[in-house]
C-alpha cells in the first residue's frame, strides 16, 4: 500500500515526465501486488503484462539523458510543492475514512488495499485537476485513477475480458501521450509542417 501511495503522490509532486514513469512502474508492481490476491492467475497475468507495456511505452519514447527543465521559477517552486503535499495529505485522510467504512470492502481484498483503492483514485484525479491545459501529465493522473479502479473492480468482478479491455485502455493512453510528446518535440525543432506546429507546441508542457 506504502509503495503505491506514494507514487501517486509523487506523481502529482513531481512535475518531470521521466520521475512520472518511473514512478508509475513502482505503482504497477503494488497494483499487481495488492489485487493478486483477489484475482485468478490468468486475470492477474493479463493486468501484470498490460502494466509493464504502459511503462514500456511511455519509458522507450523518452531521453533519458536530457536535462530536465525546470517547470516553476526557483521562488514558487516551494510554495507549489508544499500546497501540492499539502493536497495529497487530503486526499490520503479522506480515502482513509472512506475505507474504513465496510460497505465499501470487499471479501478477497485486504483493507489496506481499499485504502490504496481509494487513494489511487482521489490522488489520480488531482492530478487530474492540477495539469494545465493540454498537460501530457493529465495522462499520468488517468493511469493512476484506473489502476485506483481496477484495484476495486478486483475485490468484486474479476472478468477476464474486462480487465484485458482496461489494459489496452491503459496501452492506448500511453501510445497517445507518446505520440503527443514527441509532436510537441518535432515542433520545438521545426521538423514538422507549419499548419501541425500550432497543435504540437500545446503538448510541450510535458517535455520535462
Same mark, same amino acid.
Given at each position: ?7 501517486? @503522490? ?6 518531470? !515526465? ?5 514512478? %508509475? ?7 499487481? %501486488? ?7 492467475? /490468468?486475470? !492477474? %497475468?493479463?493486468? *501484470? ?16 539523458? *536530457?536535462?530536465?527543465?525546470?517547470? !516553476? ?21 479522506? *480515502? ?7 460497505? !465499501?470492502? @470487499?471479501?478477497?481484498?485486504? /483493507? ?17 485537476? %492540477?495539469?494545465? #491545459? ?13 489502476? @485506483?479502479? #481496477? ?5 468484486? #468482478? ?25 509532436? @510537441? #518535440? ?6 514538422? /509542417? ?15
Amino acid at each position: 500500500m506504502a509503495l503505491a501511495v506514494v507514487s501517486a @503522490g509523487g506523481l502529482v509532486i513531481l512535475r518531470d !515526465w521521466r520521475a512520472g514513469v518511473i514512478l %508509475l512502474a513502482g505503482q504497477y508492481v503494488a497494483v499487481a %501486488l495488492l489485487s493478486a490476491p483477489a484475482l485468478p492467475f /490468468p486475470a !492477474w %497475468l493479463v493486468k *501484470a503484462v498490460g502494466g509493464a507495456a504502459v511503462c514500456a511505452v511511455l519509458g522507450l519514447g523518452l531521453d533519458w539523458r *536530457a536535462r530536465p527543465a525546470r517547470l !516553476w521559477p526557483r521562488r514558487a517552486a516551494a510554495a507549489r510543492i508544499l500546497f501540492r503535499a499539502l493536497a495529497c495529505l487530503t486526499v490520503l485522510v479522506v *480515502a482513509l475514512a472512506v475505507s474504513a467504512n465496510p460497505a !465499501w470492502g @470487499g471479501p478477497h481484498l485486504h /483493507p489496506s488495499a481499499h485504502v490504496a483503492a481509494f487513494a489511487l483514485l482521489g490522488l489520480g484525479l488531482l492530478n487530474i485537476g %492540477l495539469s494545465r #491545459e493540454a498537460d501530457l501529465h493529465a495522462v499520468l493522473g488517468l493511469l493512476v485513477t484506473l489502476n @485506483g479502479f #481496477e484495484i476495486m473492480y478486483a475485490a468484486m #468482478e474479476p472478468a477476464l475480458a474486462v480487465l484485458g479491455l482496461l489494459a489496452g485502455t491503459q496501452i492506448a493512453l500511453a501510445l497517445s501521450a507518446n505520440y503527443l510528446r514527441q509532436q @510537441g #518535440e518535432a515542433a520545438a525543432t521545426h521538423d514538422i /509542417p507549419p499548419e501541425r506546429a500550432a497543435f504540437a507546441l500545446r503538448f510541450r508542457t510535458a517535455l520535462s
